[in-house]
């Protein structure tokens, strides 16, 4: 008599259903990386290290793009605050919300906040604020209604044809050497 038990003849079916539903699950995987990869890779990251509501100060509070951007009237780039233009309002203002605690986390830590760029040409590129802001081309035209999004989004393709149908339309020069260096 054999001491061993008898192999049931389900035990090979239930393999192949394990290692099939592994299989699944260890591709599904897979695909989610790949793709998260993909993703991280053609769009720039969009997560801010402070939840910052341009609604709020540009909309509610009504304060002046530039108050931030003080670069948009004498420079190429706008530019974007430093963490003690902030504090000037939020040593006092909302210091119990927890992005404001986070905020002077910062200033604690001697650390400056590390916003993510959301435009941004190629090197090759000569593009200045100064120039446009001169000749009244309002934030809205490249930026769209910035002071309604919660959370800015680029709206704007940053193409060449985008920059030539404007030039084009306003009389602005399109000869090459204009905007490449
Ligand atoms: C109280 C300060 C403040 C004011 C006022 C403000 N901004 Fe900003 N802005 C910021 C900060 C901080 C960031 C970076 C974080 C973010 O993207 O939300 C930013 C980011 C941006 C960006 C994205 C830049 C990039 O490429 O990463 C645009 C465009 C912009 N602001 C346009 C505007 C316009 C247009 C106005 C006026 C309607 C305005 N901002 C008013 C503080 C401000
Ligand atoms: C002129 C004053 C002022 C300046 C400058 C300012 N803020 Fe504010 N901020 C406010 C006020 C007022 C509120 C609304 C607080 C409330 O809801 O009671 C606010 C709200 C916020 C909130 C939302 C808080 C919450 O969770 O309800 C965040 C985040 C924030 N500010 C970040 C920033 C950052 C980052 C900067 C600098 C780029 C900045 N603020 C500059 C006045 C200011
Ligand atoms: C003619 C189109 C145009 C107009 C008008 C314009 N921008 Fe921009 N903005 C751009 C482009 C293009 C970039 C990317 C520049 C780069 O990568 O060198 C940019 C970048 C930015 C940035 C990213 C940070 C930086 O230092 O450049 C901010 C902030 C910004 N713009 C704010 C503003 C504000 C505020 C106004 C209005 C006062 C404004 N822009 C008007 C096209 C425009
Ligand atoms: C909304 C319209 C508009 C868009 C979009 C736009 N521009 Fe312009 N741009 C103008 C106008 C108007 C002028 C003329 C300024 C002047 O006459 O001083 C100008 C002038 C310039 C100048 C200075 C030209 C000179 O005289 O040397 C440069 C450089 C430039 N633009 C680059 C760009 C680039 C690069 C882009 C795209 C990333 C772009 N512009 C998108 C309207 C626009
Ligand atoms: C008003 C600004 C502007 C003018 C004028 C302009 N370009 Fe561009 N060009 C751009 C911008 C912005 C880009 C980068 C974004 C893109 O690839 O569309 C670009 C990209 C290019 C590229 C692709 C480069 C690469 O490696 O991706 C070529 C090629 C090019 N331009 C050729 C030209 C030639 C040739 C002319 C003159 C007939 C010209 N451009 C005039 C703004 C301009």
Redesign the pocket.
């Known amino acids: 008599m054999s001491d061993k038990a008898p192999k049931r003849p389900g035990t090979r079916l239930r393999k192949l259903f394990c290692l099939a539903v592994f299989s699944y699950f260890a591709l599904l995987v897979l695909a989610t990386l790949s793709a998260s990869l993909v993703r991280g890779f053609f769009a720039p990251p969009t997560t801010q290290p402070i939840a910052f509501p341009h609604t709020t100060h540009a909309d509610k509070l009504n304060l002046a793009?530039?108050f931030c951007?003080s670069?948009?009237?004498q420079e190429?780039?706008?530019?974007?605050p430093a963490l003690s233009v902030c504090l000037s309002c939020h040593r006092a203002i909302a210091t119990d919300r927890p992005e404001i605690e986070k905020l002077l986390g910062y200033e604690r830590r001697g650390e400056p906040v590390r916003w993510q760029?959301?435009?941004?040409?190629p090197d090759f590129?000569h593009?200045t604020?100064q120039r446009?802001?001169q000749a009244e081309?309002?934030?809205a035209?490249?930026?769209g209604a910035?002071e309604r999004m919660l959370e800015v989004q680029r709206v704007r393709s940053?193409k060449m044809g985008w920059c030539i149908s404007?030039h084009r339309s306003r009389g602005a020069p399109r000869d090459c050497a204009t905007c490449h260096k």
């Open positions: 793009c530039d951007h670069g948009v009237k190429a780039s706008a530019g974007v760029r959301l435009h941004n040409l590129i593009f604020h446009h802001i081309q309002p934030c035209a490249c930026h910035v940053l404007c």
